[in-house]
């Protein structure tokens, strides 16, 4: 019988065939697909969500992430509570989030795989240690013998299950070492501290604003809350939205779409178009494509593609869930999910709500360009000029951007006017522009024509 038993195992085991992926694949395939910086940033975003973990919505503030690159190693550290030695055995070391696996509520970690993909590409040795109020470990591990090893698992090198800790001792530091040659040349140019410094700043706007202190090489990282430009004839329009499905957790969407004032022409530019965020985290910065439904057609509403006379318009979609699969970001959250059935619906609302600002902005430079004196400014430029640049969350809002009806369109003139122009020597036209206190040469024309009115004629 037990002969017969060994040779079923035998021709059950012939029967088979291999097709476990090597591991060098798996990290080469891993780490292909994400650039350097959003690796980082996933790190960033774990911290965060320990935080989130601990406060839940509430604010950040007493927390903190310390991020440090040089060309011989990178570490980032927390202390955002830690994570328990249960999620490290089961969850933080997986490739791919398990089922049945925890989410943190509003979380950016979604598919099990942030940490481990930027270690891989960083470098070639880390360490991970964490600490809770009850437990703390170390795992470090060599990646080209982890490699060379016939099991997928890691071990701990340090585990204590019973320690006990204060809160203010708790967090999590990731260190890795040997780093890839190309990632240790990028770390020396202060030109990619500078850059990373600027995404850290964009990327994570939502949980520094809420209060996580975040440093780069022991410099602080600060960001600036969204502006909008707020005025009673300017307000941006506001609508929220709500995507429910048996059995998963709601989708909330908030888009505002508006005018908006940088301070200089480049910034202008950068920071024109949608800024769509999930779960607080920037997906898309400043988005001129036809995923945010420029250049686009749907329902009988055409958008055109963008166009500088477009750089004051403001759009911002945020995105939240409880569960972050629910929301419409790629795995590497450097772009969005276009397929996603709740994306292509809120597509279409966006479009509708940036409608109205593009045809205000048509009729703004209608006027700039059909005005008598460049130096004056029409009354829509006035209105532009006069508004106050305000943070999102505190602007005036109304369902629809409603585009201000000037005076002149209202009460268009009833006196038959005729446009006079001509061409004079300018040192004799700045003498007469000072003799008559005129601000504009528009002013000079009017001055002149007038003087000799009544002079002459009257």
């Given at each position: 019988?037990?002969?017969?038993?060994?040779?079923?195992?035998?021709?059950?085991?012939?029967?088979?065939?291999?097709?476990?992926?090597?591991?060098?694949?798996?990290?080469?395939?891993?780490?292909?697909?994400?650039?350097?910086?959003?690796?980082?940033?996933?790190?960033?975003?774990?911290?965060?969500?320990?935080?989130?973990?601990?406060?839940?919505?509430?604010?950040?503030?007493?927390?903190?992430?310390?991020?440090?690159?040089?060309?011989?190693?990178?570490?980032?550290?927390?202390?955002?509570?830690?994570?328990?030695?249960?999620?490290?055995?089961?969850?933080?070391?997986?490739?791919?989030?398990?089922?049945?696996?925890?989410?943190?509520?509003?979380?950016?970690?979604?598919?099990?795989?942030?940490?481990?993909?930027?270690?891989?590409?960083?470098?070639?040795?880390?360490?991970?240690?964490?600490?809770?109020?009850?437990?703390?470990?170390?795992?470090?591990?060599?990646?080209?013998?982890?490699?060379?090893?016939?099991?997928?698992?890691?071990?701990?090198?340090?585990?204590?299950?019973?320690?006990?800790?204060?809160?203010?001792?708790?967090?999590?530091?990731?260190?890795?070492?040997?780093?890839?040659?190309?990632?240790?040349?990028?770390?020396?140019?202060?030109?990619?501290?500078?850059?990373?410094?600027?995404?850290?700043?964009?990327?994570?706007?939502?949980?520094i604003s809420r209060g996580l202190a975040t440093t780069l090489?022991?410099?602080?990282?600060?960001?600036?809350?969204?502006?909008?430009?707020?005025?009673?004839?300017?307000?941006?329009?506001?609508?929220?939205?709500?995507?429910?499905?048996?059995?998963?957790?709601?989708?909330?969407?908030?888009?505002?779409?508006?005018?908006?004032?940088?301070?200089?022409?480049?910034?202008?530019?950068?920071?024109?178009?949608?800024?769509?965020?999930?779960?607080?985290?920037?997906?898309?910065?400043?988005?001129?494509?036809?995923?945010?439904?420029?250049?686009?057609?749907?329902?009988?509403?055409?958008?055109?593609?963008?166009?500088?006379?477009?750089?004051?318009?403001?759009?911002?979609?945020?995105?939240?869930?409880?569960?972050?699969?629910?929301?419409?970001?790629?795995?590497?959250?450097?772009?969005?999910?276009?397929?996603?059935?709740?994306?292509?619906?809120?597509?279409?609302?966006?479009?509708?709500?940036?409608?109205?600002?593009?045809?205000?902005?048509?009729?703004?430079?209608?006027?700039?360009?059909?005005?008598?004196?460049?130096?004056?400014?029409?009354?829509?430029?006035?209105?532009?000029?006069?508004?106050?640049?305000?943070?999102?969350?505190?602007?005036?809002?109304?369902?629809?951007?409603?585009?201000?009806?000037?005076?002149?369109?209202?009460?268009?003139?009833?006196?038959?006017?005729?446009?006079?122009?001509?061409?004079?020597?300018?040192?004799?036209?700045?003498?007469?522009?000072?003799?008559?206190?005129?601000?504009?040469?528009?002013?000079?024309?009017?001055?002149?024509?007038?003087?000799?009115?009544?002079?002459?004629?009257?």
């Amino acid at each position: 019988m037990a002969k017969s038993i060994a040779t079923k195992n035998k021709l059950d085991n012939a029967m088979l065939i291999d097709a476990m992926p090597t591991k060098e694949l798996f990290i080469e395939m891993l780490t292909r697909d994400i650039a350097l910086i959003p690796a980082i940033t996933d790190l960033v975003d774990n911290s965060a969500d320990r935080a989130k973990r601990v406060k839940g919505d509430g604010s950040l503030i007493n927390y903190w992430a310390r991020v440090s690159v040089s060309p011989d190693e990178f570490s980032i550290s927390d202390n955002c509570g830690g994570m328990t030695i249960e999620t490290a055995r089961k969850y933080a070391f997986r490739f791919g989030r398990p089922l049945g696996a925890p989410f943190v509520k509003h979380s950016v970690g979604q598919f099990g795989v942030g940490m481990k993909r930027a270690i891989f590409k960083i470098g070639r040795k880390f360490r991970v240690e964490s600490t809770t109020t009850e437990s703390r470990f170390v795992v470090e591990v060599d990646v080209d013998v982890w490699a060379r090893a016939p099991k997928w698992e890691f071990e701990f090198t340090e585990l204590d299950e019973n320690a006990k800790h204060e809160s203010t001792e708790t967090g999590t530091k990731v260190t890795v070492t040997r780093l890839h040659p190309d990632v240790a040349d990028k770390f020396a140019q202060d030109s990619f501290v500078t850059e990373l410094r600027n995404e850290l700043q964009s990327r994570l706007q939502d949980p520094i604003s809420r209060g996580l202190a975040t440093t780069l090489n022991t410099l602080p990282v600060d960001a600036e809350p969204m502006m909008i430009l707020s005025h009673p004839k300017l307000a941006p329009a506001h609508k929220t939205l709500k995507y429910a499905k048996t059995n998963l957790k709601l989708v909330s969407v908030k888009l505002y779409c508006g005018i908006g004032r940088s301070s200089n022409r480049s910034e202008e530019r950068t920071n024109a178009g949608w800024h769509v965020f999930c779960n607080g985290r920037l997906i898309l910065e400043g988005d001129k494509t036809d995923v945010t439904g420029w250049n686009s057609d749907a329902d009988s509403l055409s958008i055109p593609g963008f166009h500088p006379q477009y750089n004051n318009l403001r759009g911002f979609a945020y995105f939240d869930s409880d569960d972050p699969a629910r929301l419409p970001w790629n795995t590497t959250k450097t772009g969005l999910n276009t397929d996603s059935p709740i994306y292509r619906a809120v597509k279409l609302e966006m479009m509708k709500l940036m409608r109205p600002v593009v045809d205000f902005l048509n009729k703004l430079k209608d006027e700039k360009q059909n005005k008598d004196d460049p130096d004056e400014m029409g009354p829509l430029e006035k209105l532009v000029d006069g508004a106050t640049p305000i943070a999102l969350e505190k602007a005036p809002t109304r369902p629809v951007f409603t585009p201000p009806v000037t005076k002149a369109e209202s009460k268009p003139c009833e006196v038959q006017m005729q446009r006079i122009q001509y061409d004079m020597p300018y040192d004799k036209v700045i003498e007469v522009k000072k003799a008559l206190r005129a601000r504009s040469y528009k002013e000079v024309g009017a001055g002149t024509f007038d003087y000799f009115y009544h002079a002459e004629v009257k």
